[in-house]
């Protein structure tokens, strides 16, 4: 299994682009999970789905930010505009239901915005 | 809001016991004990999760208080690979809401040689 797949592993764009984050979840595993990590707030939950619907997304920081799962192998986590205080590492996680709900991590995309 | 209190760091000799303990004081009766950990640039990883009973896999071992206000993570045989920040956490299994999976801040294990 290759496990969860997140591209890029590094972005870095200027103030006010649109950055676009995608996720491929493990196959079979129907929970995905949006986490960003700083120094300063360390890992904080952005929103998540379950069967592809949306269940929580009040760690969303704004309406800047957006996350869509059209299908049960890819989400994509959209920032628009970006600003440099979204720098950050962004994770994405996916659960197996019924299992021991344990999450399995992306390697993150690293985000510079200048 | 933080469920866990763990220590901001700690040190350990390679190959001795790394014994990482995690404060949950309000834990609910359906609350589980998850511990992850991260090493550095890297995603989180699962290590080990119980309700009330130690315990015990390749990784690691947990040990859960009586009363499960308190738990502690170990790693017996600490090899420099094991430096990372671990993460306490509880949380009921396939449970709703954000503060169902808050991370915290976490104990960063430095092991030395």
């Known amino acids: 299994d290759a496990g969860v797949i997140q591209s890029p592993r590094h972005e870095v764009t200027e103030m006010g682009q649109e950055v676009t984050l995608r996720c491929k979840p493990i196959?079979?595993?129907?929970?995905l999970f949006w986490y960003r990590q700083t120094m300063m707030r360390g890992l904080e939950l952005l929103i998540y789905?379950?069967?592809?619907?949306?269940?929580?997304d009040s760690g969303m920081p704004e309406d800047r930010f957006s996350a869509k799962m059209p299908n049960a192998s890819f989400s994509t986590l959209k920032i628009q505009p970006s600003e440099p205080r979204d720098s950050a590492v962004y994770f994405c996680?996916?659960?197996?239901?019924?299992?021991?709900?344990?999450?399995?991590f992306g390697p993150g995309t690293r985000l510079t915005v200048l | 809001d933080a469920k866990t209190t763990q220590p901001p760091s700690m040190d350990c000799a390679e190959g001795r016991a790394a014994n990482l303990p995690c404060n949950h004081s309000?834990?609910?009766?359906?609350?589980?004990v998850y511990w992850y950990r991260q090493i550095h640039s890297q995603g989180p990883q699962y290590i080990i999760h119980g309700l009330k009973n130690n315990e015990t896999n390749e990784m690691a071992s947990l040990i859960i208080t009586e009363d499960r206000k308190s738990s502690t993570l170990i790693l017996p045989h600490a090899t420099l690979r094991d430096t990372a920040v671990y993460y306490c956490i509880v949380r009921v299994p396939g449970g709703t809401g954000a503060n169902n999976l808050f991370f915290g801040t976490g104990t960063r294990l430095t092991v030395i040689p």
């Open positions: 309000t834990i609910s009766g359906n609350e589980y």
């Open positions: 196959s079979g595993h129907n929970s």
């Open positions: 789905f379950n069967n592809n619907v949306p269940i929580d």
């Open positions: 996680a996916s659960v197996v239901a019924g299992g021991t709900d344990t999450q399995y």
